[in-house]
C-alpha cells in the first residue's frame, strides 16, 4: 500500500474534487520544530512524512516527501515561519517517497545530508525497489533525483547557530537508516524505523537489528519525547514500543511455524490469524501483513534479498 500511495503521487495529476486539501499537515513538536505529516486525503498526498528545524542561523529539513509539489509546499511552509537560509537535508534513507523533493530544497541552497549508502541507492536501488511498477517515466524521474553532497558513515552533527541536531546511524528498514534528534526540544525524527499504527515496509529490512534500535530508541530517553515516525501520526514512547513489539510478535511467529517445519502457504496459515488478533486494529493489514511475515521468513533463512553497501 505504502508503495502504491507513493507511486500515485509521482504520477497523479490531481483530482479537482479534492483540490483544497493540502499534502501535509503541520504540527508543532516542540520549540520552532515541526513535523510535515502525510495527509492521505488530498488528491496528491505527500505519501510520507517530514519535518524541519529553525535554528539561530539557518533551517534544517528532514525528508522531502514523494513529490516536489509537496516539497514545495513545504518550502512556502518554513518561509512563513523565517527568513533564514535553508542550510540542511537530511534523508533518513533512500526510499523514494521520501526523498523525491530533494531538488526543491538543493534549489533553495540546502547541502542535502544522509547515510554513505544512500548516495548510491537513491538511484540505484529505487530502480530495484520500483521492479513491475517501473516505467519510463518514473526511471527518468529516479534518474533525475538529487542525489546527498555530505554523507556520513556513523554519526554527523549539523549546527545551525548554537542548536546542535545529531543525525546518527541505525539499522533496520534499510542498510542506510539515519535518526535526526534534537535533544533542546526533545523530539526524534525516526524516519521509517517507526511506523505509528500501521504495518511496516519490510522489503530491505533486518528485522532483528531494527529491533534493537528501538530498544536503543527508547533507552534513557526524556519521557516527554515526541518521535516523527516515517508514516503515521506523532507518537511516544509507548508507540515507539509497541511497533517494537509488533516487529518481535512477526519474528517470533515465523520462528515458530519453522520450528514446525512449516513454509510459505502453511505458515500463513497458523501465524496471519494470531498476527491479526493482535494488530488487527492497524492499517495495512490487507496489503502487507502477509507479506511481513513472508519476508520475515526469507530474512531468517538467509534468502532474502537485502541491498548491500556499494563497493
Known amino acids: 500500500m505504502w508503495l502504491a500511495l507513493a507511486l500515485a503521487s509521482l504520477t497523479s495529476g490531481g483530482c479537482t474534487r479534492r483540490a483544497a486539501e493540502e499534502p501535509f499537515t503541520l504540527e508543532q513538536v516542540g520549540p520552532n520544530v515541526w513535523a510535515a505529516i502525510d495527509n492521505g486525503r488530498a488528491a496528491e498526498p505527500a505519501s510520507s512524512n517530514a519535518g524541519f528545524v529553525i535554528g539561530a ?83 527518468a524521474l529516479i534518474d533525475r533525483l538529487e542525489r546527498p553532497t555530505m554523507v556520513y558513515e556513523n554519526s554527523a552533527n549539523l549546527y545551525l547557530g548554537g542548536r546542535r541536531i545529531e543525525v546518527r546511524s541505525l539499522p533496520g528498514h534499510t542498510g542506510g537508516d539515519s535518526v535526526v534528534m534534537i535533544r533542546d526540544a526533545s523530539v526524534v525524527f525516526a524516519g521509517d524505523l517507526f511506523w505509528q499504527h500501521l504495518l511496516p515496509n519490510l522489503i530491505d529490512a533486518s528485522t532483528g537489528p531494527w529491533v534493537d534500535t528501538l530498544n536503543a530508541l527508547l533507552s534513557g530517553k526524556d519521557e516527554r519525547a515526541l518521535f516523527v515516525p516515517g508514516h503515521g501520526g506523532v507518537g511516544h514512547a509507548q508507540d515507539v514500543a509497541a511497533f517494537r513489539d509488533y516487529l518481535t510478535a512477526v519474528r ?56 548491500r553497501p556499494p563497493s
Open 57 to 139: 542561523d539557518g533551517v534544517a529539513v528532514v525528508d522531502t516527501f514523494s513529490n516536489e509539489n509537496a516539497a514545495r509546499r513545504l518550502l512556502r511552509a518554513i518561509r512563513t515561519r523565517t527568513t533564514l537560509p535553508i542550510k540542511f537535508v537530511v534523508n533518513t534513507h533512500y526510499h523514494i517517497d521520501h526523498v523525491a523533493g530533494n531538488g526543491v530544497f538543493r534549489d533553495a541552497g540546502a547541502v542535502i545530508v544522509a547515510h554513505d549508502n544512500v548516495r548510491e541507492w537513491i538511484r540505484s536501488q529505487n530502480i530495484t525497489l520500483l521492479g513491475q511498477w517501473l516505467t519510463p517515466d518514473l526511471k
Open 252 to 307: 517470533q511467529l515465523v520462528q515458530t511455524a519453522r520450528d514446525r517445519g512449516e513454509s510459505g502457504d502453511a505458515l500463513l496459515k497458523t501465524a496471519l490469524p494470531t498476527l491479526k488478533r493482535r494488530f488487527g486494529d492497524w492499517e495495512f493489514q490487507d496489503e502487507l501483513a502477509k507479506q511481513n511475515l513472508l519476508q520475515t521468513e526469507a530474512e531468517l533463512d538467509g534468502v532474502k534479498p537485502i541491498p
